[in-house]
């Protein structure tokens, strides 16, 4: 009898889409038997049933215990087999699996380093009405697959990492220093000037595929970069003045702002902790809108920037600039809040009504809030392509910005990420490389 084995819409355009509804209507079944009807799981509208003649070739990571078909993604229709000639192929164990040597990128090493995994088969994500439990082991695929692209906006970045052991139902913490922390010898170390403590600390740095597949493995969810790189590894362990530019990690690469809307509709209620419901439409909306003005202002500056969603309700828009100034100046990060707060007070002016600097939480509602203090050595965001600990464990995405009205933070997620990178490419791919000065553009004071 025929059994549900998961479903997927991943991997489907629109032409694929009208020629299966079509051939599909052709099999459909009007009365379904209750007894398939109630093997379906993970549906958000009532099931429809067809005949069992078509066969598809679909592409998965592996069973689930419940023989579930885990991240699968639609490759064709295949003519040339029979329904009766398919099988279900024996599933491999976890212990078969859990102990893989990963494929790296070079690393300081000149061999490939071993990374052991533990645990592969725990929940991280409770199953939801859209997708199946998520494991620590979709995790590590997950960042397996799109390490070529995540580690170029790691390299050389001290890390903040939020860990979720438990998964994200679990407790969670931001684990920054490592001091007399064991961890293999591929892990690269900075030592890191922190404000809270008053003095230096260690935070690892994630520079090879190696690191951060052993960093998923400890639970890090969310991956988050100083917005500054080590020029100077030796500068940074030996100096002990936290405002040194020689160590790097006083100069930061962008100017970042984080638009965090507050918006509300009629039914919904504020949290106690201030913020706006996951994922509101109408709060993302809102942040789109600030963002398009936001970059209509400074294309009338001539100023290049980069947009990514939250991977939650907000926006993250990144600005690359050079280190120095025309005059040979550091721009330190003191410079980047101050231009970003500059930056601010015009959007703020253009868009009153819509926009808000205001520290108190209370005075948002209803308005999405311009953050300019991410500029700062001590906060970082979570980085491009990072999984978030969310339901629908979406991904902070890079986005094009004429595609910014045309997307939902949920459309992204660590099920269908790598398969819209390897389509669509990365809509960042050059932002590393971007320098422009800002020093023409009023920074100086």
Known sequence: MPRFAGHTGSGIDTLTIME??????????????????????????????????????????????????????FLRLREDKLPQDC?????????????????VMPASTTTAAKVEFSKLDKVFWPPTKENPSLTKKDLIDYYDSLSPDILPYLKDRPLSLLRFPEGIEGQSFFHRNWEGRSRPKYIASAMVYAEARKKKTT??????????LWLANLGCIEMHPMHSSVIDYERCQESQDPNDVGCGLNIPDFVVIDLDPYIY???????????????????????????????????????????????????????????????????????TREFAKKIGNLLVARIPKKVTMEWNVKERAGKVFFDYNQNSRAKTLASVFSVRPTP?????????????????????????????????????????EDRQDLLSHGIDG
């Not at 066969?55 to 078909?69: Q, S």
């Not at 009205?405 to 809509?427: A, H, Q, R, Y």
């Open 87 to 103: 099988i279900i192929e024996k599933e491999k164990s976890l212990e078969e699996i859990g102990s893989l040597a990963s494929s």
């Open 265 to 335: 509709t009629s039914t919904q209620k504020q949290k106690k902790h201030g913020e706006p419901q996951y994922n509101s439409i109408q709060a993302f909306k809102a942040a789109v809108e600030a963002a398009l003005e936001l970059k209509e202002m400074m294309d009338e500056l001539h100023l290049r920037s980069y947009v990514k969603t939250s991977g939650k309700g907000g926006l993250h828009i990144f600005m690359p600039i050079s280190k120095l100034g025309s005059n040979a100046e550091p721009i330190t990060y003191e410079k």
């Open 203 to 212: 935070q690892l740095v994630c520079n090879n595929k190696e690191t951060l």
């Open 392 to 432: 629908l464990a979406t991904v902070s995405m890079p986005i094009k910005w004429d595609r910014l009205t045309d997307i939902l933070p949920t459309d992204f997620t660590l099920l269908n990420v790598p398969e819209i990178i390897m389509k669509s490419g990365n809509p960042w791919k050059q932002m590393l």
């Open 20 to 73: 299966l509804y079509d051939r599909l209507q052709e099999l459909r079944i009007s009365k379904p038997s209750q007894d398939i009807l109630d093997t379906v799981q993970f549906i958000n509208r009532e099931p429809i049933c067809v005949k069992p003649k078509l066969v598809a070739e679909i592409k998965f990571n592996e069973w689930t215990k419940d023989g579930i078909m885990r991240i699968p993604i």
